[in-house]
């Protein structure tokens, strides 16, 4: 059984679709190859690896509720290829919006599902999350925390001879917990649908999200942008005035 | 300001140029959004890719009446003019709110009146109800009052439905 991972962001690094796909990747088994979508320039070396591929994962950032163009440009040739090539790939899709309601992803599955009836595929659903964002957050704030405790844990040694320092694990533990709980739709979901890949079964269309509450993720939202904008200079540029 | 965005080809521009006060023509000649948000947080309403879509926010930020001419590309805009629409958020603040009891980012230039989706191409059924409800989610993402949505399976009746 090979599965391919198609990455469809923009992005060289540190893109929410990159840390969707590590969660989904655990749960698949079997030859799994990863690739990306960047710029027509992939379209050859993605093309070559799902010639003999069983099950194809889509994972991609929802952009102004639908598929983003660079994907779309990709999705047509896609369609030529296999019906070219009598290729028949059991399609799944991971997507990510910025706001925090999963369904905002339902126009994107749609997309999906059209491409699949036009190209001869096998539409097999996928997972709409969101708040994308800052579960992508979560995941470097993870990074920070294990820094932070390796330094204390360095500190406390080093200073006071005490290399279990267990006020600094109670810390790591709760932030730890604390992360996981934010992510545990997603991780239920995309797991799930993982293990569907797995045995190339239909899965159906879950929408999940940031595991918080709506109005208390605008504020965390609008802090972040405000933060960043401040960082970045735009605050000081008309951040929201009319141009 | 009426603005035209659509993919139809060069031969295309004197007929619309008439209808509009501005016509931007997805020619593909362009680059793909990176999803920087450089355009919320760094050079407010601008991108930092500079092509020829490096201030189209502004553009259709400013439109009361904005009509999208594309073609079918399975219920969604084609890649040319999804482009063009991924390139302008810039026309929405970072800042979030709720429309439609939903979440969305609060908006630069205020609301629109109309929004006017017009399709052409092969299209199924499903397509067509799909590409309708992408405009309906667009017009409330980018605050138009009202939505048309108009599929033309002859080209020539373009002339007749702007």
């Known amino acids: ?243 | 300001m009426r603005v035209i965005i659509h993919d139809l080809g060069k031969q295309y521009d004197g007929l619309l140029k008439n209808k509009c006060d501005c016509l931007i023509r997805a020619d593909g000649r362009y680059a793909p959004c990176q999803g920087c948000f450089n355009c919320w947080t760094k050079h407010p309403a601008r991108c930092f890719m500079g092509d020829s879509l490096q201030e189209v926010c502004r553009i259709v930020g400013r439109a009361d009446e904005l009509i999208i001419i594309s073609e079918n590309c399975y219920g969604s805009y084609g890649p040319n003019v999804k482009n063009i629409i991924d390139r302008s958020i810039g026309i929405s603040k970072p800042l979030s709110t709720y429309r439609g009891r939903q979440m969305h980012h609060k908006l630069r230039y205020g609301m629109h009146k109309l929004i006017h989706v017009i399709a052409y191409g092969a299209i199924t059924e499903d397509e067509k109800e799909t590409f309708s409800l992408l405009a309906e989610r667009n017009a409330l993402n980018f605050g138009f009052e009202n939505l048309q949505f108009t599929y033309i399976d002859n080209i020539d009746s373009l002339e007749s439905c702007i």
């Open chain 1, 1 to 243: 059984m090979k599965t391919v991972f198609i990455n469809c962001s923009p992005k060289k690094k540190f893109s929410a679709s990159a840390h969707f796909l590590g969660i989904c990747r655990l749960a698949v088994y079997g030859d799994v190859v990863k690739t990306n979508v960047r710029s027509k320039g992939d379209y050859k070396k993605v093309l070559e690896h799902l010639k003999g591929a069983d099950n194809t994962v889509f994972v991609l950032p929802l952009y102004v509720d639908g598929v983003p163009s660079h994907i779309l440009g990709f999705m047509k040739e896609l369609e030529n290829f296999c019906r070219e090539n009598n290729i028949t790939l059991n399609i799944y899709v991971i997507s990510n919006g910025g706001f925090i309601e999963g369904e905002q992803n339902q126009v994107l599955m749609k997309i999906f599902e059209n491409f699949c009836a036009r190209s001869g595929l096998t539409w097999c659903g996928g997972v709409g999350i969101g708040g994308g964002v800052m579960l992508n957050v979560m995941r470097m704030l993870f990074l920070v925390f294990t820094g932070i405790l390796l330094l204390s844990v360095a500190i406390s040694g080093i200073e006071h001879g005490e290399w279990l320092p267990q006020q600094s694990f109670i810390i790591y533990a709760k932030q730890l917990a604390l992360i996981l709980f934010l992510h545990a739709g997603v991780i239920a979901y995309v797991w799930k649908m993982g293990l569907a890949i797995s045995k190339s079964n239909k899965f159906g269309i879950r929408y999940t999200r940031v595991m918080m509450p709506s109005f208390l993720f605008i504020i965390v939202a609008d802090f972040f942008f405000t933060a960043i904008s401040l960082f970045k200079g735009g605050m000081f540029r008309g951040w929201l005035s009319e141009k």
